[in-house]
DNA sequence: CAATTTAATCGTACGACGTACGAGTCAATC
DNA sequence: GATTGACTCGTACGTCGTACGATTAAATTG
C-alpha cells in the first residue's frame, strides 16, 4: 500500500544518530521532514519568485530526490500553502500587552502582517488565491477580538474585518507587484509620463512617482479605522 | 526575418471575402485578430479559470494551429495582460453626469470596477500581478479627478486613490477565491465550525458564514469614504 | 535470532506544456 | 512572372509535475 502521510503533523521520529550511512554518495544532509522542506520552499521562494519553486530544484536543495518530497507533501500546491502560512505567524504585540489601545493593537498587527508579506513577496500573490490556513485565522481572530473589545456593534463586526483584511491584502499585493524590478517601475514611470496628456489627474497627484508606500499605508489604515469607529 | 507583430494595432485588411479556401479542411472561420484572440481567451478563462488557458486549447477553440497565434502575441503572459484588461473597460455613470454627486460617482464606479472583475473572476487573481493596462488607468484617472473635484487635498489625493484602489482589490480577490466550488466552501466552513473552539469570536461574528458580500463590500466602502471625506 | 512489516527514498518514464525554428501559403506589388 | 511580405502551422525540444514500482533500512514480531 502507497498510503500517503497526510493530516498527521510530522513525526520526526530521529532516525539514526550521526551514522554516516553505509551508502556511496556520503549524505550529511539531515533526513527529509516536513519542516526542512517548507523552510528550504521558503527560502527558494524568497530566491526565485513563484515561478522559481520548480519540485527538482526543491529535492536539489534539500539533496534529495525529486520524487521523495512526494511522500511528505500531495502535491506542489501544497508547498505553496504550507510555504504561505509558515510566513504569516504572529508574534504578537511587543509590550505587555497595553490592553487599553485597541487601535495601537490592531495597527501593529496589520503592520506587522504586511510587513511579513514583503519581507517575502511571493506570499502576496499567493494569498488571495489560497485558503484560510492557522496563522492567517489567527490573525483574524485577533483582529475580531480586538475590535468587539473596541465596542464595535456586532452588526458591524462583520464589515469591519472585511474593510481591514481588504485593505492589507490590496495594499500588499499591489507593493509588492511594483517592488518586482526597479528597471521595470522606472520604464511604466517614462510611459506613464509619455501618457500624462490621458491622466493629467493621476500626474499631478504624484500617484505612481511618490515611493513612500509605508506612510500611505499606515495614513490609509488611519482613514478607514476613523470611518470605522469614529474617535469619541 | 521572422518579424512579430508588435506596438501597431491589428490592421484587420479584410483578406478574402467568402472565398471558401482550395485547402483539404473547409475552413469556414474568420482569419486571426488580435481582437478575436483575445476575446476568445476571456471566453476560455471564464470557461476554464487560469489554469485552464493553455495555448494549443485556445488555438483550437479559434481553429488555428497553436504556433499560428504567435504571430499576433509574444507570449502566453501577454495574452493574459490583453484578457485582463479588455475585462476592465469602463463606460462611466449611467445618468447623464449628475456631477454634483461625487460620492454616488465613486460608489458607481468601483461598484461597477468589482462587478467587471467577479463576472471574470480570474481576473481578481491576475490584477495584482499584472502592470496597468489603459483601462485600470483610465479609472484611476477618474477616480482622481472625481476625488480632487470633491475638495480632497492634492497631499491626500495620493493616499485616498491608494486606499480606495486597495479595497476594491482585497475586496474582490477574496470574493472571486471564495466563489470557486462551493463544495469547497462548505468544506471549509465545516472545518471553521470544528476548529470553533481556536477561533470563537471569528465564529460569533459570523465572519465566513454570511454571505452577503455585495453589502459587505458597500457598508465597507461607505466606512472608508467616511474616513477618507468626512461628511460635512 | 530470522521473518515480516512499515517508513522513507528515488530512478525512470509519461504526458502536457510553452515556444523556437523553418517551411509553407497566399495576396499584393512590381 | 517574379518578388515580397503578411500570415499560418507541423515538428521538435526542453522542462515541468508526478505516477509507478523498485529499493533500502528501521521497527516490529515470532
New binding site residues.
Given amino acids: 500500500?502507497?498510503?500517503k502521510?497526510s493530516g498527521a503533523e510530522s513525526?520526526g521520529?530521529a532516525?539514526?544518530g550521526v551514522?554516516p550511512?553505509?551508502?556511496q554518495p556520503p549524505?550529511n544532509e539531515p533526513?527529509?521532514s516536513l519542516e526542512r522542506i517548507v523552510a528550504t520552499a521558503v527560502e527558494l521562494l524568497d530566491a526565485e519568485g513563484v515561478d522559481g519553486?520548480?519540485?527538482?530544484?526543491l529535492?536539489d536543495r534539500l539533496?534529495?530526490?525529486?520524487?521523495?518530497l512526494?511522500?511528505?507533501v500531495g502535491?506542489?500546491?501544497e508547498v505553496f500553502d504550507l510555504a504561505l502560512d509558515s510566513v504569516l505567524e504572529y508574534r504578537g504585540p511587543p509590550e505587555i500587552d497595553a490592553s487599553q489601545d485597541w487601535r495601537g493593537e490592531i495597527v501593529h498587527m496589520l503592520e506587522d502582517w504586511r510587513a511579513s508579506m514583503l519581507r517575502h513577496p511571493w506570499s502576496a500573490s499567493l494569498l488571495p488565491r489560497r485558503a484560510l490556513g492557522p496563522n492567517t485565522l489567527s490573525r483574524l481572530e485577533l483582529l475580531s477580538k480586538t475590535l468587539s473589545g473596541a465596542g464595535v456593534a456586532d452588526a458591524d463586526l462583520n464589515v469591519a474585518i472585511w474593510s481591514l483584511w481588504n485593505f492589507v491584502i490590496g495594499a500588499t499585493t499591489t507593493r509588492a507587484n511594483f517592488d518586482l524590478s526597479d528597471d521595470d517601475r522606472t520604464a511604466a514611470q517614462q510611459r506613464l509620463t509619455g501618457l500624462s496628456q490621458d491622466y493629467p489627474t493621476i500626474e499631478r497627484s504624484r500617484l505612481l512617482l511618490d515611493n513612500d508606500w509605508d506612510g500611505a499605508f499606515r495614513k490609509g489604515l488611519d482613514f478607514l479605522l476613523d470611518g470605522l469607529a469614529p474617535r469619541q
Fill in positions: 500500500m502507497a498510503a502521510r513525526k521520529s532516525r539514526r551514522s550511512r553505509s551508502g549524505r533526513p527529509l519553486l520548480k519540485m527538482r530544484r529535492a539533496g534529495a530526490g525529486a520524487m521523495s512526494y511522500w511528505h502535491n506542489k500546491e
